[in-house]
């Protein structure tokens, strides 16, 4: 994580050269997996957030960035808080993963074709993330009914290895040279804007809230 003597020097560094900057994105304490909750101690995070904050107010003003921060629900209120609404959440994948979730009503034989193929990708697609899902943690595909799937997208190691593959599942061909899974998703998506429009909203709503109630407040 970046030490708060570490962030006033850069902050100083940028100031003495002239650089005009808005955001600037600490590493902090704890974990912040693709698509997933904060994994640490949230107490020992908002006193950390609270120092980088003070920090911010001092030589910028300037925002403080959550990168990685989709879905990082339980550090949202302690960040807005300390940083006083002055920060920059960093949200984008996870659009990926309501289209699943959308999917997985639609058209559940879509989303079981597409978990089995995340499971036996994840190995390799994985080393580009710093991830801790497992996969023998998540559930067998033959064990999930129809109703089941929506619930991937609420257990942490499905809902992890469904996250990283996306870029495989998106560009993975079939035998006869199109597309294994791209047009199928996207066609589904298109005849359904409705349904994922409002998997959307719900999302985003979780997300902005903490932010704007501390507004408000």
Sequence with gaps: MLRWAEHVYIATELRRLGVRWVSLAPRYIGRFEKGVDYIGDVNAFEAE???????????????????????KFSVYEPTARQTRGLV????AGT???????????????????IYVFAREHYEVDRASYHVSALWERAPAPNALT???LPGLLEQFDAREILHVTFGSVLTAPSADGQTLFYD???????TH???YAADLVVHFL????????????
């Excluded at 120092?51 to 959550?66: D, E, F, M, Q």
């Excluded at 920059?88 to 949200?91: E, N, Q, R």
């Excluded at 659009?95 to 074709?113: G, H, K, M, N, Q």
């Excluded at 979780?206 to 407040?217: A, E, K, Q, S």
């Design 49 to 71: 957030m609270g120092v980088h904050a003070a920090i911010a107010r001092t030589l910028g003003p300037y925002k403080l960035s959550l990168h990685s921060g989709s879905d």
């Design 88 to 91: 920059h959440l960093k949200t």
């Design 95 to 113: 659009s990926y993963l309501e289209a699943l979730r959308t999917i997985a009503v639609l058209e559940p034989d879509l989303l079981r074709s």
């Design 146 to 148: 129809d109703a089941d």
């Design 184 to 190: 199928r998703f996207m066609e589904v998506l298109r």
């Design 193 to 195: 804007p409705e349904a």
């Design 206 to 217: 979780r997300h902005l809230r903490p932010f704007v109630i501390w507004g408000d407040g």
